[in-house]
């Protein structure tokens, strides 16, 4: 803690400070001169202040990416190859920083930022500025009759909207391919987790990003996120999200006919056989449970047990859980951090009450925490565990976003698939067994974007990624994100 308290006083992120808008390569406050609170959810204290931007600021950040596009947009693949692996070098530089502005503005273990989050934004912008060198587009040939091929141009302006949940994970998860093809950008952070895409603008100075190019504007959605939504002049938006802000960004963008590209919540099955490598299960079901106090989109929060193993693995499940200790989440050994917000926080519980209220038993957790020391106030879950409740409850219907899972258990393949389907979300799923013709069949059959067997949150940039039904629309990932921010033509020569 000691030293993660000293790297945070060297950010120069000293109580409290305020954030600007990065608008035509400068750090500027929103017109109108509003902010919002912004608090640190492991002490429950307000530590700084955010642009409350609006339609005016968007405008000037439009202006910008306008004049940015046409020297951007034909500018040499090798240049922004470079300008994209610059920023990604001083990601990696600046590490350690990052790492704990995400915990102190997120809630999360600051060895989970170091570890997962910030790594991945530097990969994001290597991985896509490697990918736009080598990406390329078809051509299709009528016998001696014609020949066609495919040209891929940058569509413009586009606007990429993140959550809080990993924030400059997904943050850059979005900017990096829309940069590599061409695009200039309008990109909002969270409201709730903005000071990483703040220190991102810093860092896009330091790497010689031509000014316009990448325009970081703050603010909530209802506001600076709906003016980048319907303005006539941003042709994409890239949203990752609720699937209740990304049914209300559908309903502004599709009458303007922009390209939209949603990814939207989950609540994922988490299929357990009796003939599963047992230990490998259950680390990883540990992780796949409650890794980002259960705050990440593909965490299987629906497990589903094979009858046989029902009993042994909710005992080891429980036991295993109940050492999760939510904790500060600048130590060391905290395995859980603090909820990313107070609504939030009070949103898991109801959630818990709807559970309980349902006929659901609370085998493990349900509580919330209060930390000694300067966390005392902060907003701290019991990892949770619920059983007793059928696939067609509340509880196991609808995303809770947080440290709680629930448990049913099923006698056959058939069940089990029945009971995975039986869910209007469909972002992933993640099946143990050691049968492979049964991984293989019900691989096939899961309603789910993406299917892991026997493993969890194994990802490869190159693969696509996004949900079925109510967990998006579109295609994240290698080309697939390419493709997304390019628009196809079509040339017909007659030979
Ligand atoms: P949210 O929908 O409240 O907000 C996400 C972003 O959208 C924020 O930047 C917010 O300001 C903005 N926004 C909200 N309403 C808007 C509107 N009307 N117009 C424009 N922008 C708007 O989501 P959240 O609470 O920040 O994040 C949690 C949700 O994100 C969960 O549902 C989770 O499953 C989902 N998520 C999905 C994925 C995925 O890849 N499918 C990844 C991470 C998180």
Sequence with gaps: MVAALAVYKKMDLSTPYHLSNF???????????????????????????????????????VKAARSAFPAWSKSSNEYRFKILNRIADLIDEHSEVLALAETIDNGKPF????????PRASSNFRFFATGIMHFASESHQMEDRSVNYTLRQPIGIVGCISPWNLPLYLFTWKIAPALAAGNTVIAKPSEVTPVTAYLLSKICQQAGLPAGVLNIVHGTGPSAGEAIVTHQEVRAISFTGSTRAGERIASLAAPKFKKLSLELGGKNPNIIFADCDWKKMMDT??????????????????????????????????ARTKKLIPGDPLLEDSKQG???????????????????????????????????????????????????LGPDCRTNMEEIFGPVVTLQSFKTEEEALLLAN??????????????????????????????????????????????????????????????????????????
């Design 23 to 61: 608008i035509n390569g400068t750090l500027i406050a929103p017109v109108k001169g509003n902010y919002i609170d912004n608090v640190d959810p492991s002490t429950g204290k307000v530590y700084g202040e955010i642009p409350d931007s609006d339609k005016e600021d968007i405008e000037l950040a």
């Design 111 to 118: 060895w989970l930022s170091k570890k997962v989050d910030i």
């Design 285 to 318: 079901t540990m992780q796949s449970s409650f890794s980002n106090q259960g705050e990440i989109c593909l965490c299987g929060s629906r497990i589903l047990v094979e009858e046989s193993i029902y009993e042994k693995f909710k005992t080891e499940f429980v």
């Design 338 to 388: 603090a909820i990313v917000s107070e609504v939030h926080y009070r949103k898991i519980l109801d959630c818990i009450t709807t559970a309980k209220k349902e006929g659901g038993k609370i085998i493990c957790g349900g509580e919330p925490v209060i930390p000694e020391g300067r966390c005392a106030e902060g907003f701290f879950i019991q990892p949770t565990i619920i059983e007793g």
């Design 422 to 495: 039986t869910c209007s979300y469909g972002l992933a799923a993640t099946i143990w067994t050691s049968d492979i013709s049964r991984a293989h069949r019900l691989s096939s059959r899961v309603e789910s974007g993406i299917i892991w067997v026997n493993c969890w949150l194994l990802r490869d940039l190159r693969t696509p990624f996004g949900g079925f039904k109510n967990s998006g629309v579109g295609k994240e990932g290698g080309w697939e994100a390419l493709k997304f921010f390019t628009e196809s033509k079509n040339v017909c020569i007659d030979l």
